[in-house]
T-cell receptor, first 120, second 112 residues
Framework: GAVVSQHPSWVICKSGTSVKIECRSLDFQATTMFWYRQFPKQSLMLMATSNEGSKATYEQGVEKDKFLINHASLTLSTLTVTSAHPEDSSFYIC????????????????FGNGTRLTVT | SQQGEEDPQALSIQEGENATMNCSYKTSINNLQWYRQNSGRGLVHLILIRSNEREKHSGRLRVTLDTSKKSSSLLITASRAADTASYFCATAGAGNNRKLIWGLGTSLAVNP
């Protein structure tokens, strides 16, 4: 159980266009999802916390208007990279928690398989 | 900001050998988690150890936690080529903080 599906797995787009990445929790409800960015051979950088039915919480230095997050249902969060530029090329990964009585907000994360974005 | 640090950054061993990776952190934690990432893929949760636990086992994995030294280690015994991946530690703060603080990762290569 606890499967997170992320699509697309890779996308190539032209500079100036927008790209939407979807993150779905397939067998559980996720009131909170997390969007990360990862550069080659580096750790995860949290971009924003996506909250169902409310605005996302962005980390310092992440442009809200650049990286639009929508969490319209308990099983779907989307990240839209608007007016993409080559420097936005990266590996984007979403994750979600299965809340348990034991762990609550500190339970382990379940990750999607990531999206490789290349902006030409 | 990332506060965890793993060492070594890269580790290369032969199949059958044990692999040990270390993680240090800076602030009080609720728990510490280890994840694995195959190249170009998402992360998979391996094991979680609570702040009041000192050791935990799961199959060929053994995790220790020393809160006085703010450090943890992940031991993979009898390694296999399929264990080749990057391994990350992440800490969950005290107070039910929802954000994990990630380490920089250890890249493990297990040679057949």
């Amino acid at each position: 159980g606890a499967v997170v599906s992320q699509h697309p797995s890779w996308v190539i787009c032209k500079s100036g266009t927008s790209v939407k990445i979807e993150c779905r929790s397939l067998d559980f409800q996720a009131t909170t999802m997390f969007w990360y960015r990862q550069f080659p051979k580096q750790s995860l950088m949290l971009m924003a916390t996506s909250n169902e039915g409310s605005k996302a919480t962005y980390e310092q230095g992440v442009e809200k208007d650049k990286f639009l997050i929508n969490h319209a249902s308990l099983t779907l969060s989307t990240l839209t990279v608007t007016s993409a530029h080559p420097e936005d090329s990266s590996f984007y990964i979403c994750s979600a928690r299965v809340l348990t009585a034991d762990w609550g907000g500190n339970s382990p994360l379940h990750f999607g398989n990531g999206t490789r974005l290349t902006v030409t | 900001s990332q506060q965890g640090e793993e060492d070594p950054q890269a580790l290369s061993i032969q199949e059958g050998e044990n692999a040990t990776m270390n993680c240090s952190y800076k602030t009080s934690i609720n728990n510490l988690q280890w994840y694995r990432q195959n190249s170009g893929r998402g992360l998979v949760h391996l094991i979680l150890i609570r702040s009041n636990e000192r050791e935990k086992h799961s199959g060929r994995l053994r995790v220790t936690l020393d809160t006085s030294k703010k450090s943890s280690s992940l031991l993979i015994t009898a390694s296999r080529a399929a264990d080749t991946a990057s391994y990350f530690c992440a800490t969950a703060g005290a107070g039910n903080n929802r954000k994990l603080i990630w380490g920089l990762g250890t890249s493990l290569a297990v040679n057949p």
